[in-house]
Structure formats: structure tokens, C-alpha cells
């Protein structure tokens, strides 16, 4: 996760992390001066949910290819949802 966030270009200011026992799930945030990237796996069903949140001049579609190189996924879901946007 720290790889991606500076491929994104944002700043890791702490990371905290915790694996469950016996399936050896994580579940874990980087808190980015841009704001987070969080992950939450599921070992025993193969699945990891990531979430990238940042402002600013990071860009968060830069992460990904390193997550994807990281993980080596069989798939790859990505949501987008703006948020803070002024109508």
C-alpha cells in the first residue's frame, strides 16, 4: 500500500494494521496527508476490497497498477464516486 500511495504521489503519514486469526485476513489503513487508502481481505474467500480516497494533486488511478502488480488479482472491480462535488 505505501508503494501505491507514492505512486499516486500522496504523502503516508501513519499506517496501522491488524490480522485476524485463523484465516489470516488484514485489515489495515494508511492515513495520507491526502487522506486514506484502506484494505480489507478475505483470504479464505480470495477477495481484498481497497478503498483510495485522496484530494488534492494526487491521483489515485496511478495506484493501481502497482496494487494490481502487488496482488496479481484474476479480476479488478473499480468504483468511482465523487464526492464533495457543489451542484
Known amino acids: 500500500l505505501r508503494e501505491a500511495a507514492c505512486a499516486a504521489r500522496a504523502t503516508v503519514l501513519q499506517a496501522r494494521f491488524h490480522t485476524f486469526s485463523p484465516q489470516g485476513g488484514v485489515t489495515g489503513v494508511l492515513v495520507l496527508a491526502e487522506s486514506h487508502i484502506s484494505?480489507?481481505?478475505?483470504?479464505?474467500?480470495?477477495?481484498?476490497?481497497?478503498?483510495?480516497?485522496?484530494?488534492?494533486?494526487?491521483?489515485?488511478?496511478?495506484?493501481?497498477?502497482?496494487?494490481?502488480?502487488?496482488?496479481?488479482?484474476?479480476?479488478?472491480?473499480?468504483?468511482?464516486?465523487?464526492?464533495?462535488?457543489?451542484?
Open 39 to 87: 484494505i480489507h481481505t478475505w483470504p479464505e474467500r480470495g477477495y481484498a476490497a481497497i478503498d483510495i480516497f485522496m484530494c488534492g494533486s494526487c491521483n489515485p488511478y496511478d495506484a493501481i497498477p502497482v496494487l494490481k502488480r502487488d496482488f496479481g488479482p484474476g479480476r479488478i472491480q473499480i468504483t468511482e464516486a465523487k464526492r464533495g462535488v457543489v451542484l
